[in-house]
């Protein structure tokens, strides 16, 4: 046992004589420094106190750091430094700058004061011999009066507090008397909330609001631009790896799906995606085209991944979660980077961001080329059988994307964000039942507007999307599904926020939006149009600290779902958090949620061509009569941190009961006046349609995250989910099988004295079944369900990073899935190891 | 700033990244997934169709295995099938009936595995467009076996070979490694003179019990022709085709049995059924015409199984007296070309073979019990089977029409 404790105190006095620059996880080791530097200061120990806090504004500047330096160098008696990290903090245009302007003026008086005490007076000696010292009575009284001072310091402190909402019950922090960033924040709010408490966990999802990821009534998982960087992720689905519960499904290079507790598939549309608050949920299908964003990692500041029902807040199809991506506020980064990456797989990709402002204009730009190989090919050439349809048959993801996003500050405060953006790409999906992997050669772009008017934030924006699509391989003399869609949606939103106080404080969020979707899609029929609209309400209530209450509901309009008529969805949420200690939460929550019908599942009529039959079709038809899949969810929460230790964890349980899941029913026969389909000219085999079942899922798991930054350089972050999904009324659960039992992650970052930095992450899956429809090959006009299995899998992945030029040069290795071959989805690509290197240069 | 960078980490770092570059040259390999038809080989036999005809109409074109040819040399069922839309194949001449063509249109039948093959097909005319009366529009599909073959107006047609005008064989074959190879420049020749003169032989049974057994000896059945016309099925049939066979072409009739009575046409087929309901063949269950891999194997009269599933049938065929004098000129020579009887008997011995030869049917130790249909093959190729999906117990959940009638079966207890 000795030698254990040896060997582990030995290791980490290595670790900690190599390091001595962060960072692995910027946040929690500056939150480190910050508490310990706090608690020093505490107990009167200022000096180390305050290096502690300037080693955490190094780390991570945080200005209210600077106003804890501040105070901590005011109490100690040390004024000049005191007013010079005033005018620091007062530098960052912080919202209680006018308070703080006083308290400058006070300070300055008092130094001039001082220097004029210490100038020689008028007819006293001119010697230049030291002054003997005071009695001791004097220094008595002047020890006196400096208790005095702090004294009065202490209580001014307390009576501030109150004025701005309490981060904890028993909060050890200074906190500035007006907080930047503490107001209400939208979800789509592009600044940068650093929140009050300086190296909290902030997200803006979960509510619609900036608050602590400890308040949330909702599982959070924070994903920020350091893990992005130091993992080396190469996409955005990759990095979905590290939450908890998420089940991430990569058929190719360009093709994921993403869900969270379980109800994964080809086509994974349970979980809503955004970027800055827009959505990227592509409705026609029902999925999220995950390598066509038009952005790129290198401007994400963070991901913010709701886990759970978020339907109450964001309506449809936040079923199972919401993914926000929050890009960078413009002009909050370097004025110019480029990134350059070339690898296997012809991977070659460049990226140019750029920062900047005039005056009260900001802005960020950026374009980006990408394009890499797939994994693997599932046809060879020159086949007497099958030809290659559309696209490249090597190219997995090929891409050329651009960005602006601008925002204007008005004199009064007031803000105007303006940005588009344009995606031109070639990439692939996987459809559903018998349709096998889809080139997709287009164009996504978007343009968006947010206005903050006080209380009020309005957003509007507009989704384009327009390609080619059909099926990269198909037999050769067989009718053709190539095609071509357009979809645009027009989105409007206001979002009107209140504080009040009624037996407790209250914060109210009210929220309407509107949504036009057209979709062209001969898949389709006509041009398919649909009006939808929403309203809701949020308030959260603080009756008496610990307790705080969270109730939200939302009503969603639906064109279809009243019977093909329009109809409403209700969204209720309630939640309940008890916070008994400085940085522990406890959650009980309950909600409903929905995923309303797609396009596809509402209008499809799609006769598919049977393999080897060219006479023969199998009809795909949507239905209006659909009604939304729903959810009720129940869950209980744990979210703590340890600052001192560098340590946050989070725990959650969960009951998730799914009905009326639409799927594709088995095959029916027609009448056989419905039998030949002149459309196609080719006779109609039978007809699957879109259909609510009559099964009910439940799925129960727990979720287990750490992170850890125990030392300076050493990140720790691991996570385990655990779930279960039983089935009612249904003989054959194919959601059961499919969802992996069991996903462990597991990573470490570590930088060393000589800017290297090393990252590696492992993520496990279990082994699945998946219950897939084929033809049968003995009889193609037989089509069966037809079980595969897959192995579990680990993919790992792996960075060396080394600063070559500070703040200028890096230059990175990374290799991805290094875990081995393997599938991920019986009709995906058989994924290989890769390596990449990078050069990032910010002249 | 700058700072110096050391030897070895450079050397390190070219390394890596020339590693990088070179791992980067290679394409992506081929690797089929779990998807059946990523794992399979095939060819593809493609062509073109030529039609010299009036008839308007979807051209269809069938595959069958060489070795199993359709009705009426064969049982086989089409392997797969492919449709040419009317108007591809005539196109501007559609609306106008009295253009005779050639007409031309390319085809392809996809996805064809190594094997030797039979093409065969018909255009399903409409022929309402000529004015013809009584009329049909097209009403081929080729889901059930009711409408899954030509009718009145339709003009046959065929892969042959055009100096003999036999059959011709198609024949997919595989390269030094394994690639079938595509099968190119096939022609399909359809020709009025291969126009179908009547419906397909639509029956039911106007007298005659359904109950046979050994004790009960010969079972005589009268047949007359059905006519249907509702629900998508059209069958006015005036009679039954009724002619010598005559395979030889040698203008005698054939004598298959030698009984000195020549062989006719339709040739009749009584085969048992799987299960209590439904129109399956026992051992049959795929209904794509060859013997399940697993099925019931009867007793043959040497007191064995053969091990394999049976084909079973009854002795079953016309009763020829009625026929043989309409057959027969004055002369008392046999009239070879075909004639339409208003009626048929037909004959069935409580005799049952095992027909998994169709050369050599095996005669089995007993009756099996259970139900059997009976089928009439014309010398057309067209066929009628009863039972069928017109069975009212099975016609409304198969979108057809009920015909009471067509749920007719021989019981053997």
New interface residues.
Partial sequence: MRTVKALQRAALVAVCLCATEALADARLEARRHFRNGMSLIASGQFDPGIAELEAAYAIKPHPNVLFNIARAYQDAGRNQEALDTFKRYLASNPADSSSVTGQVAKLEAALKAAEVAAEPKPGASGSSLPMPPPPASVQTTQQLATLMERLEKAIARAESLPSQPQQGPASSTYVPVALPGSGVEAAAAPAVDEGAVPYEERVVTASRRAQSSLEAPNATTVITAEDIRLSGATSLSELMRRVPGADVMTLGVGSANVSLRGFNQRIANKVLVLVDGRTEYQDFLGLTLWSTLPIGLDEIERIEVIRGPGSALYGANAMLGVINIITQAPGSGPRSRFTAT??????VDGSFVSHGGSGPLRFRASAAYAQE????????DD????ALLGGSP?I?LRGARGNLSTVYTFDNGRQLGVSGGVHRYATEVYPLGLL?NYYLNGLSAYAKSDVELGPIKVKAFWNHLAVDAGPQYE????RSLATHVTSNVFNGEALYAKNFELAGEHQVNIGVEGRLKRVAFSYLGPLRQEVHAAAFIQDEWRVVEPFRFVASYRVDRHPLLDNGKPGLAHSPRVSALFTPFEGQAFRASAASAFREPTFLESYTRLPVPV??????SVLTTGSTQLRPERLTALELGWRGEAPELGFDWDLALYQNTVKDLIGLSAFQ????????D?GT???L?GRSVFQNEAAIYTARGVEAGVTLAPIDGLGIKASAAIQHMTAQNEEQCGPCSQAPGVKLYGGVTYRTRADLEFGVDAAFTSSTTWI?R??S????T?VQF?S?PLSAYTVINARVG?E??????S?A?VGSHLGGTH?QH?????I?R????TLTVTP | MSRPIPASTRALWALAVSSVLSAGCESPPVVPTADHQQNTRAGRIEGTLVAQTRARGNAIVFIYDADRPPPPVGTGRPKAFTVIPAVELFGQALGDPSATGPFTAPFTLSLVEPGRYLLRGFIDADTCRTGAQPCHTSDFIPWYGVTGEPNMGDVGGAAVDLATGASRILEVTSDADGWPQPLTGVAVSFSDTATVPLDRPAFQVAVGTRTLDAKSGTKLLKLRPQVISQGGVEQRPPGFLVQYVDDNHDGIPDDANHDNVGDLWPKVVVRKLAGTVGVLDENDLDHNGIPDAEGVDYVHTDGMRDGQPDVVVLAAGLVPDALIAALTDEQGAPRMKPIIAPELDIAIRPIALDARNPAAPAPLASLPSGRYSITLITSTGQTWRVPNELDPALAPALGLPSVETQSFTIEVP
């Fill in positions: 070339v690898g296997s797989g012809h991977t190989d797939k994994w693997s090919r599932d046809y060879g086949r007497p059988d099958v090597e997995g096998r037999p050769i003399g067989q393999p080897g039959v060219n006479g023969a026969a027609l009448p056989a006046g419905e039998a030949y002149p000219g080719s006779y085999l897939e084929e033809p090959p003995s009889d193609p037989t037809n595969n080394y070559a030029v500070k703040d200028a040069v230059v290795l599938a019986p009709f995906g690509n058989r290989e890769r390596v990449f290197a």
